[in-house]
């Protein structure tokens, strides 16, 4: 039978989970691929890590990236140890060395695929990281496969883990942020520094590698538009259950008419909408589109085995490409950045205020030509001031932005502001 | 740029939904895989047909299967004619020519798949039949893309479209079977004969292929335990929504420890369950596997566009093998059939029965060992019955057959019987 071996780069939760996988699905995949894989060699980040695995594993650790780079017979090299440097580099190295390279850092893809992406492809050789978006669903490759024919037109989802079980714990049990953020870094769920999940980045990441699926336009970061959970508020999630909502940390990506607009942002989305029910550490994806319409793709967007499964699919792929002798681009759309304008952009928002008089505010509002209705107003009395919780529909970015800093001007001042999805 | 030469069997809905997906994709398909797909010729099946399409179409209408068959520059056939004859003697024809084969006929495939697939691998040419399952769902490339290396032990879904709306309509609006189906027709949800819809059988057919890829067994129709929707009452409905549950018709395949278990049933699904928010004509599918956990697949089980999408993203995949020089089989995946012994299949049903006394229905759950619960009970006085809604929880296959026996012996009499899934 035929032997493909691998070198493995990180021995965390990812690498430890796929060294996991390739052993309990070797029978299987020797029955359906004819191949057997072995990992030969792995990279370790120190002389402890490597001395405290000793006798586990029945392939050599090294700390030096060239033994691996060096070894003629490694013919993929699976990187999966998350950060830039030096992450990049040694992908760098490998796909210059005519590996296959397969990664789940998104990270590293969201700031510089372009890079690596054309290093693949001057090299001749395949660049896979189905693992970088949403760990266990198999998103990329369903745009890739099954979207070809399909015009999308709108992604929306929620991407992150962490933030997605700190916003459910807060809604069940009515505890405020930092209180179930401590409860998800208990049970793992939370990294001890949070910020890259909580401040909206992960999410942002991921939302640009799938705008690159959906639309082969490749973002900077800067231009996705990105705000965390730390504001939000056991009122802002009471005034939302009440009026048929739930709050989500959502990522979306529009196609308007002149150009693309992506974001990252805490919203109210309707019970009925089956992303409501994205609970815990799930991640769910909804594609809008011409043909398909409408699907979601929803399952576990972390952890080691749902995380390995995808690495080891872009394994098996490579060993397709590896036996029809060719090599692939992951994503073949290719299009220039174009940027929808502030004036096409049209949403509902909810708006938490402590304001002095209701109807300076209706006649602020009267005065945003697009603002379609205001509803669901409640009011409670709070010392002097009367706090107000209401959403806005159909609304353009502009518009919002001339009702937001008009608040101020009528003796008012915006707690906090959320996307509304009905 | 390279063209490629396609010959279309059928011009009804799929049909004609590919014809305008080709046409409107064109421009795309282009720029990702520098090829032009062209439709070459197409079978009619009468003369009014081809009359009644006249100036409307780029290709020639034939109503000679050896038309298409014998034309050497024709590559791709797709057959989207539906029933199995003559679509399988064509499809087997054109295989034996040498031609791919694209395919979105359930019926035939759940059949006479395994005759069909063993050609198309003895002539060396690829077969795909995404569109069969689920229509716009791109399941059966997921599954053999993206779980090869996992191991799935279950699959349950809303497979059938037309069954999935006429329950919403029930459910929604409190109406009964017949002016439900009456109102799916008139919306062209239902098929003026609805029998293979609301018996259950299409969604089986459905169930024996997804069961081939999860788990490479090609069950027979007969193996499939199956049951339709013609006898749910609006009471059955009403006891459901009042116990957090909502009916729909669930397709399941079930890896036991000696086999597998595939049925469709009328099922009672706990509200929290993502699968109870699948409505109208949706389609959705749960996939439990070792490493990914869980997952869910959702979108269009049907019409026009959704179909065609799947139909062509097959397209797509004879592209690569074409420029390969190869050919694939859809799903590698055979293990000889092993069913599941009825002592293995454990589960939790709904009753709705009339009885006469409670104490007797109490002791005859009470001889069931396995019956670990008894919950949600509700009566009713009707006239001089009594009309008692239960579930059972935790009894298994035979135990459930024994107890529905022993009914009548305590002067009770079934009016239905349903899965429950929490």
Known sequence: MKKIKIGLLGLGVVGSGSIDLLRSSALKIKELYHVELIISKALAHSQASIDKREGLDDFNLTLDIDDIINDPE???????????????????????????VISANKDLIAQHGMELITCANDNKVSFYYEAAVCGGIPLLRTITNSYASDDINKVIGIVNGTTNYILTKMNEERVSYEVALLEAQRLGFAESDPTNDVLGYDAAFKMGILTYFAYGMFLKQEDIIKDGITNIKVDDLEYATNNEYLIKLVGSSIKYSEGIYVEVMPTLINKKHLLAHVNNEMNGVYIYSNALKEALYYAPGAGALPTANSVISDVLQVVKDINNNTYQRFNHYNKPVSLASNQEIIASYYFNIKINKLDDLKSLIAQVSNAKMITNVTYKEIDDNKQGYFIIKDINNNECECFTKNIININGEIINKFKVID
């Open 74 to 100: 490694i013919a993929i090299v699976l990187e999966l140890m998350g950060t830039i440097e030096p992450a990049k580099s040694y992908i760098m190295k490998a796909l210059k060395a005519h590996k296959h």
